[in-house]
């Protein structure tokens, strides 16, 4: 074989995914992409209580997100599923004008993500800080193992000890063997004890029938009117910035902890691209699941787009083929292995005494808020916003107090130098002003600026404003040290903005 032969097989072994390649990641992959199948199923049934739709409207939302965001997504291995976050968005559109209506705004939602993420929304990842994150993750945790309660309120006593197992199960296995996954052991041997022993105890069947066919596409049943786009667009629109949100959030989760990056736009197109697809095969919609996602991710190892199809492909093959099995594992196996997710989720170093010591007061304020308004409201994007918020609030604040100035009167009695020091911007420069003493100063003021800069309007118009009052007692004000970016600015703007 030529040289140029052997380069060039080598070119396309390089393009092979490792699944294909390694069958050891073949396998992991693929008992990965089984075990999110199994832990979808009661999740998309549950969600589409939530919304007000048939069962069957989750688990093919969550089938078609799957799939088509294997392809087109940018995060390799995460999940995408009808989610509660876009469910408590689109609930209300259905309860009042039907579910003709919810699939248009889906369709419409998809539309809206696309052009986000062609706008570079996926840019704004990069102001949310680590203490926000550090709160999205703990929150995410917290509210996975919240949704278990009610699973565990007025059941039978055989609830308890099942759990129970099963968690043992998920620790004690890997010390065995990791070439099956723990969870899918414990669903399996739970089940097996179950319907083996007569046990009744709550079953997946309880939540709801599952498909028996494929879903098939379709346009909305809705008039193609302006009434009904002015309808959808306020749901769409909020469904595109939640979806977006959790699952640019849970692309970046995923990233840190499989130490690869991701590309954020492509995600945002893709989940754009998902809706839309899922919309036109009658689903709900949906956006990365953060509890599916973990399992695939942290506990099962998987690493590739395979299990994210997989998941997808196994769901619909679970609930047509195998539904009748499917049913009767008890909801007991799934509620031990979120509660396990939600543990191995919860970062508890940032609870250490340790940590808490070393931790900025503002770092700690920023992670407790974001935590707070997540349990309080349920929703992972309010929390971040309100996170974000808060650390911008405080971080301004912080830099506020770094502009300082000093005062150096020249040996001649005839002029006064001020030296600012800092970044000058909205929060330092309001008080600029105040830093002067304009009634017994000398005759001529210089103002050096060489150790600051200034980012904004606000900064030069704190500057006009120095000048003018200087002006009026008939004092000249020399403004000196400015670095090119700064005079850029200060060029542009001085005399352009109202005085003081």
């Not at 004008?97 to 990842?125: D, E, P, R, S």
Request: some cysteine.
């Amino acid at each position: 074989m030529s040289s140029s032969a052997l380069s060039s097989a080598a070119r396309l072994r390089g393009l092979r995914p490792d699944w294909l390649s390694d069958p050891k990641v073949w396998r992991t992959e693929v008992l990965a992409g089984l075990v999110v199948a199994l832990a979808l199923i009661p999740e998309a049934i549950s969600f589409s209580v939530i919304a007000g739709v048939d069962p069957a409207i989750g688990l093919f939302a969550s089938f078609t997100m799957a799939v088509v965001i294997s392809v087109v997504g940018g995060r390799p291995a995460m999940i995408s599923a009808a989610t509660g976050a876009v469910a408590l968005v689109i609930a209300p559109l259905n309860r009042e004008h039907g579910f003709g209506y919810l699939v248009a705004a889906v369709i419409l939602a998809g539309a809206f993500q696309i052009a986000l993420g062609a706008l570079g929304v996926a840019k704004l990842m990069r102001f949310i800080p680590r203490s926000v994150m550090v709160g999205f993750v703990n929150s995410l945790a917290i509210l996975i193992f919240m949704a278990q309660v009610p699973e565990m309120r007025n059941v039978p006593w055989a609830v308890y000890p099942l759990i129970i197992s099963g968690l043992a199960l998920m620790v004690y296995f890997p010390k065995v063997t990791k070439v099956i996954p723990a969870p899918l052991v414990s669903i399996v041997i739970l089940t097996v004890i179950t319907v083996a022993a007569g046990i009744a105890v709550p079953t997946v069947g309880d939540k709801g029938a599952l498909p028996s066919s494929l879903p098939v596409p379709g346009l909305p049943d809705v008039p193609f009117t302006f009434d009904t786009l002015t309808t959808i667009a306020p749901y769409a629109f909020a469904m595109a910035l939640v979806g977006l949100m959790e699952s640019l959030m849970t692309a970046k989760l995923v990233d840190d902890i499989t130490d690869t990056r991701s590309s954020k736009t492509r995600e945002s197109i893709g989940q754009g691209i998902a809706n839309i697809v899922t919309g036109f095969f009658g689903g709900m919609g949906g956006c990365a699941m953060i509890g599916q996602t973990m399992i695939n991710v942290k506990v099962s190892g998987a690493r590739t787009r395979l299990s994210t199809f997989l998941a997808g492909a196994f769901l619909m093959v679970l609930c047509i083929v195998f539904g009748p099995v499917v049913s009767d594992i008890p909801m007991a196996a799934l509620v031990a292995v979120m509660v396990m997710v939600s543990f191995a989720t919860f970062d508890w170093h940032s609870l250490a005494p340790k940590t808490l010591k070393r931790m900025p007061v503002g770092e700690i304020t920023v992670m407790v808020v974001t935590v707070g308004f997540v349990v309080a409201t349920h929703n992972l994007a309010i929390g971040v916003v309100v996170g974000s918020v808060t650390a911008m609030v405080i971080f301004a604040k912080r830099v506020a107090h770094l502009a300082d100035v000093t005062a150096v009167t020249g040996p001649d009695g005839t002029t006064v130098v001020y030296r600012v020091t800092g970044e000058l911007f909205f929060a330092s420069s309001n008080d600029l002003v105040g830093r002067f003493d304009y009634a017994t100063d000398a005759d001529h003021v210089v103002v050096d600026l060489s150790a600051a800069h200034i980012w904004d309007a606000s900064s030069v118009a704190a500057l006009d404003a120095i000048e003018t009052k200087y002006g009026q007692r008939g004092k000249t004000v020399e403004i000196t040290g400015l670095n090119d970016p700064s005079a850029h600015l200060h060029g542009k703007l001085t005399g352009e903005l109202a005085s003081h």
